[in-house]
T-cell receptor
Framework: GQSLEQPSEVTAVEGAIVQINCTYQ??????LSWYQQHDGGAPTFLSY????GLEETGRFSSFLSRSDSYGYLLLQELQMKDSASYFC?????????????FGTGTQLKVEL | EAQVTQNPRYLITVTGKKLTVTCSQN?????MSWYRQDPGLGLRQIYY???????DKGDVPEGYKVSRKEKRNFPLILESPSPNQTSLYFC?????????????FGPGTRLTVT
């Protein structure tokens, strides 16, 4: 099977940069996704890494290192609206890439 | 507007009373999936479907059934609900162009089984 670990909570101040880490164990995967979920809302897709390295999308960047079984989401110029839960998710090779396994999520609190 | 819809949004039921949660998407997506979300456990995949009449088990399929008779619809069936199925349920879809890594989620269905 697959498992992903994330810190349960991270706190940062508005305007700062924060990194949310994700370590994983898997027998094989196609890539690592990141999702954001506000309280009471649905998860929304943020970013995907199929290859090692950094992917940048505006204030959000995501990184993957297959050799270290590790990825992270980087949020820059934090805003209050970034307070939410963030999930990493592995797209495993089992099931032809159709199974998505999520981490338990990191709750980000942005303070003034 | 491109969207995934779920009904009902909230449901309280009793143990053993069969129920169906509907899911529909208007994006012509091939892939659809059901998840449950419980505190501290994140999202766990129940079933997924790659296309009409093609479904497969996720990580927590016990106690659930699905069917995919039309491309746009993917209902979740609980034949005999039990209290341990009390949870927040999400339906999601994605197109083969982006692969399953970019999924569009519905608003969620909060189910309570007493």
């Amino acid at each position: 099977g697959q498992s992903l670990e994330q810190p349960s909570e991270v706190t940062a101040v508005e305007g700062a940069i924060v990194q949310i880490n994700c370590t994983y164990q898997t027998s094989g995967f196609y890539g690592l996704s990141w999702y954001q979920q506000h309280d009471g809302g649905a998860p929304t897709f943020l970013s995907y890494n199929a290859l090692d390295g950094l992917e940048e999308t505006g204030r959000f960047s995501s990184f993957l290192s297959r050799s270290d079984s590790y990825g992270y989401l980087l949020l820059q110029e934090l805003q209050m609206k970034d307070s939410a839960s963030y999930f990493c998710a592995l797209r495993g090779v089992t099931g032809g890439g159709n199974k998505l396994t999520f981490g338990t999520g990191t709750q980000l609190k942005v303070e003034l | 507007e491109a969207q995934v819809t779920q009904n009902p949004r909230y449901l309280i039921t009793v143990t053993g009373k069969k129920l169906t949660v509907t899911c529909s998407q208007n994006m012509n997506h091939e892939y659809m999936s059901w998840y449950r979300q419980d505190p501290g456990l994140g999202l766990r995949q129940i079933y997924y479907s790659m296309n009409v009449e093609v479904t497969d088990k996720g990580d927590v399929p016990e106690g659930y059934k699905v069917s995919r008779k039309e491309k746009r619809n993917f209902p979740l069936i609980l034949e005999s609900p039990s209290p341990n199925q009390t949870s927040l349920y999400f339906c999601a879809s994605s197109g083969t162009g982006t692969g399953t890594y970019e999924q569009y989620f519905g608003p969620g269905t909060r189910l309570t089984v007493t």
